[in-house]
């Protein structure tokens, strides 16, 4: 019985695709009459001989007054998946009533060809049409409306404006005059050093950079009070100095931080960031303290 069947099944596929090419190739227009330039959207639709084919649309290689914008997919329609549909958009720039030929359409499975036509369609092409043809009466002249007079209001707005830029002028020359001279009294000894020693802050990483601008801060303090070039002297130098003028404590304290920071300098010790908070509060209690006889001197 399978044998039979199977038979059967070869004989039905050979003779529907013969029995299938009278069949018609449906051919739609989106409708049939276009303005020039318009587009004409031209759809084929065959059904299958049976599932499995494809559609080829054979276009020929002109069309008279017709030129091909588009050619789609072909492709099995979403409900009816036996059907095939493909659309191809024309347009024409020639006016007249003219016809898109017969189209041969191949369906193909394998070895298999079906060959079908779509039938001939005519289109018309025309003109915009107007929107009123018949004649209208002449109309009378119509007379121009007189034209603003805006003369007045640039005169009264550039017044406005020469009397705030004059009152703007008047304001600020005034207040030149007015104002006195702001002088600057330059920064004391005691200010200056106070200041750089306010900006400073110990730092871990930057140990060396720390105590070189301490030391730094303490000589030029030193220097603005005497004539002597203590920047240029060494530690001893400046301790030495310090002896016929400040207290063995205030030489004591001063010589700890300054020869701390020669053995960072040249030893590489690197102190705490609590040894270089000390370092610098004693500095700035020096300073302070040599400010305050030397006020008590004057």
């Not at 329609?77 to 191949?106: A, C, L």
């Not at 009378?140 to 705030?164: D, G, K, M, Q, R």
């Not at 590489?268 to 303290?289: A, F, M, W």
């Amino acid at each position: 019985m399978n044998v039979y069947r199977y038979i059967l099944t070869g004989l039905m596929y050979c003779i529907l695709p013969l029995m299938s090419t009278g069949q018609e190739v449906q051919v739609t227009l989106n409708r049939h009459t276009f303005l020039i330039g318009e587009h004409i959207e031209y759809t084929i639709r065959t059904q299958m001989p049976y599932p499995g084919f494809t559609m080829d649309v054979l276009l020929p290689d002109s069309i008279p007054h017709m030129e091909v914008v588009s050619v789609g997919f072909a492709a099995p329609v979403k409900d009816f998946p036996e059907v095939i549909t493909q659309t191809i958009t024309f347009t024409s720039f020639d006016s007249g009533r003219w016809q898109i030929p017969v189209i041969p359409v191949q369906l193909k499975k394998g070895n298999t060809v079906v060959e079908r036509a779509a039938a001939p369609v005519q289109v018309s092409i025309g003109y915009a049409p107007e929107e009123d043809e018949q004649l209208k009466d002449i109309k009378p002249p119509i007379e121009a409306a007189p034209s603003s007079n805006y003369l007045p209001y640039y005169i009264a707005a550039a017044v406005l404006l020469a009397t705030l830029i004059a009152y703007m002028l008047y304001r600020y020359f005034r207040n030149r005059r007015a104002a006195p001279p702001t002088l600057v009294e330059p920064l004391s000894a005691y200010q200056q050093a106070m200041g750089s020693l306010d900006a400073l802050n110990p730092s871990a990483a930057e140990v060396k950079l720390f105590y070189s601008a301490l030391t730094d801060i303490f000589k030029r303090y030193l220097q603005q009070l005497s004539v002597q070039p203590v920047l240029s002297c060494t530690t001893d130098e400046i301790l030495s100095h310090m002896q016929d003028t400040y207290s063995r404590d205030m030489i004591s304290t001063t010589a700890d931080v300054l020869r701390r920071g020669d053995v960072v300098k040249f030893a590489k010790s690197q102190p705490g960031v609590h040894i270089q908070q000390e370092s610098l509060e004693s500095i700035r209690r020096i300073i302070h303290e040599i400010h305050q006889q030397t006020t008590r001197e004057l």
